[in-house]
């Protein structure tokens, strides 16, 4: 219902290291604002992105992924409101930060952290039979 997928936004805030909020005020702060097949086409892409890039771990190999996992990070931050969009964009500058920097395990542990943010507010979501759609579809 309403209060796993607020549990999920708050776990958004929370993994990405910037907050520590409860459910409410996840809510309060940002919602979902798109079809929830988005975020876990979202997920399912940078996972993708993960495995190949921590498999090939070299400037040249990143070069040609950085785009679309920017791409895919700025068009999921769309689905979300107020601090969760927010924070999906500073999770990506990171994760830049970390790629421009060559810290290939930090740009990888970034991904992860990211990805299961997105899993869970996908499992929320269907857990919740549905029943929050009116509110966050």
């Not at 936004?9 to 929370?14: F, K, N, R, V």
């Not at 520590?20 to 005020?25: A, E, G, I, K």
């Not at 107020?82 to 990171?94: P, V």
Request: charged share 15%; net charge positive.
């Amino acid at each position: 219902m309403r209060l796993q997928l607020s549990a999920a936004l708050a776990a958004l805030l929370i993994a990405l290291g910037l907050v520590t909020l409860t459910p409410t005020s996840a809510t309060a702060s940002g919602g979902l604002q798109c079809n929830i097949g988005a975020v876990d086409s979202a997920a399912s892409s940078l996972q993708s992105s993960r495995t190949y890039l921590n498999a090939h771990r070299s400037t040249s190999s990143w070069k040609r992924y950085v785009p679309r996992v920017s791409a895919t990070y700025s068009n999921v931050a769309e689905c979300f409101t107020g601090s969760a969009r927010t924070l999906m964009l500073q999770s990506l500058d990171a994760f830049l930060g970390h790629y421009r920097a060559k810290h290939w395990s930090k740009g990888i542990a970034q991904l992860d952290a990211t990805i299961k943010v997105l899993r869970r507010i996908v499992n929320a979501y269907y857990d919740s039979d549905g029943d929050i759609c009116p509110t966050y579809c």
